[in-house]
């Protein structure tokens, strides 16, 4: 009895270590074929270093904080419609017909021209849900209209002094200085917008008056459309 119980002892033993042994094989295999199979380790990008995230979140919140302070709505659609406005008096003007009327033609032209970029400016603030009653908006409209009554009185005193020759040079100067100072609450296009049309005005004094239409059509047409199309592309219509 005590030889059959201690072979069975250890028949008993080899099994287990045989059972052990099998299980740990195939638990091997079974990892191995998991291993093979799983993706590919996809490598880990490195951080940016911590001056590069910095100069990042100061631009992020320095653009935040221009478009939050600034007029934004004004329209490059309606910078376009305006400049088109004007290229079409600047052909009526230019043409022997209607010469002697070219005042009267430019006048209406910019009443139609103030109208366009109202009603496109209102537009956009409306798209773009703009608080119309911010100080940003006062500033750049109070800033914005002193010129342009400045120039709408010196018109009348020019013609009746019998000076007609000096009002395209002073209806660029004071729209630019205009377009200037209310540039300082908006986008900076806008205030270079401005100085362009100084420099024109600048050049309407100093250049025949044979000039003074073309040179009004390359202001109110060619820079309106101009700097319209950059406003459209670049700053949301």
């Given amino acids: 009895m005590v030889k059959v119980h201690g072979l069975s002892q250890t028949f008993l033993l080899a099994s287990l270590l045989y059972v052990a042994k099998y299980l740990t094989m195939k638990s091997l295999e079974s990892y191995a074929r998991f291993m093979s199979s799983a993706p590919p380790t996809l ?77 496109f400016t209102l537009r956009k603030a409306k798209r773009q849900r703009a608080d119309l009653s911010s100080a940003y908006t006062r500033r750049f409209f109070l800033s914005l209209a002193p010129p342009l009554v400045a120039g709408a009185v010196l018109t009348v005193v020019l013609y ?3 000076a007609a020759d000096l009002i395209p040079g002073t209806w660029l100067m004071l729209y630019g200085a205009g377009v200037i100072a209310g540039g300082a609450f908006s986008v900076r296009t806008v205030a270079v917008m401005g100085l362009c049309f100084m420099i024109l005005g600048l050049l309407a004094f100093l250049a025949p008056s044979e000039w003074s239409n073309a040179i009004l ?16 592309k670049y700053h949301g219509g």
């Fill in 43 to 119: 490598p880990l990008k490195e951080p940016l270093p911590l001056h590069d995230r910095a100069i990042e979140n100061l631009d992020y919140i320095r653009r935040t904080i221009e478009s939050a302070g600034a007029f934004t709505s004004v329209s490059g659609i309606g910078g376009i419609a305006m400049g088109a406005t004007a290229l079409g008096a600047s052909i009526v003007a230019a043409s022997s017909t209607f010469a002697a009327y070219w005042i009267e033609i430019w006048l209406a032209a910019a009443i139609l021209a103030i109208g366009e970029g109202v009603y």
């Fill in 217 to 232: 059509a390359a202001g109110f047409g060619g820079l309106h459309l101009g700097f319209g199309l950059i406003v459209a």
């Fill in 160 to 162: 009746e002094a019998n």
